[in-house]
Structure formats: C-alpha cells, structure tokens
Nanobody
Framework: QVQLVESGGGLVQAGASLRLSCAAS????????MGWFRQAPGKEREFVARINWSGRITYYADSVKGRFTIFRDNGKKTVYLQMDNLKSEDTAVYYC??????????????????WGQGTQVTVSS
C-alpha cells in the first residue's frame, strides 16, 4: 500500500507563488511516476503535470505550461509542484497520484492507483 499526503495549499493573490508537496510512504517511491491533478468547483478533475520515475521526463497541461514546475526528490519520497504567476482559474483542490503501471505516468486519472486527499489552492484576483 501507498499513502500520499499533500501539503502547501493556501489562499494567495493572483501573481503569487505556491509550492505544493506530496509525501509518499509505504512503497518504493523512486520506481514510480507521479502526477498532479486538480478539481475546480463544479468541474471534472483534470490533469496538471506528471513526472517519470527518474525525474528526467515531465509533461504539463497547456494551461499551466511555463508557470508550473513538477519535480521530485526520491531520497525524501516527495514530489513537488511549484506554481508561479498564479491565476484565479488555478483555484482548485490539487491532488497528487502515483502510477505503479506506467513508468512515465499518464494524463489519465484511471492510470493512477494511489491518490492523496487533496490540498486546497485559492487564488484571489
């Protein structure tokens, strides 16, 4: 089993930065891809970013490309999402997820087996 715990959310003004963290426990973290997803009120959960097991390959949703950075520290079993130049449309609950089957991760929720409980990010304009 894997447990994922997100932290770092909060209320910020547009243009500010936040760094989300996702700490994993219970399984070999360094072998697996990680992803970040988000769900805004009244909307479906959507892909934000993903990173392969080594950290060398990353992908981003077009809406966050150039503003968000995903990276990981396998020694600390933690994946991060650095969010810069935040916009009101980034307001959502952010979830991290682990994919045990796909070494590069996926944009699809269904290809992640383990999820965190989410952390709220609110950006005021």
């Amino acid at each position: 089993q894997v447990q994922l715990v997100e932290s770092g959310g909060g209320l910020v003004q547009a243009g500010a930065s936040l760094r989300l963290s996702c700490a994993a426990s219970g399984r070999t973290f360094s072998s697996y891809a990680m992803g970040w997803f988000r769900q805004a009120p009244g909307k479906e959960r959507e892909f934000v970013a993903r990173i392969n097991w080594s950290g060398r390959i990353t992908y981003y949703a077009d809406s966050v490309k150039g503003r968000f950075t995903i990276f990981r520290d396998n020694g600390k079993k933690t994946v991060y999402l650095q969010m810069d130049n935040l916009k009101s449309e980034d307001t959502a609950v952010y979830y991290c997820a682990l994919s045990a089957r796909y070494p590069s991760g996926s944009d699809l929720e269904s290809q992640y087996e383990y999820w965190g409980q989410g952390t709220q990010v609110t950006v005021s304009s």
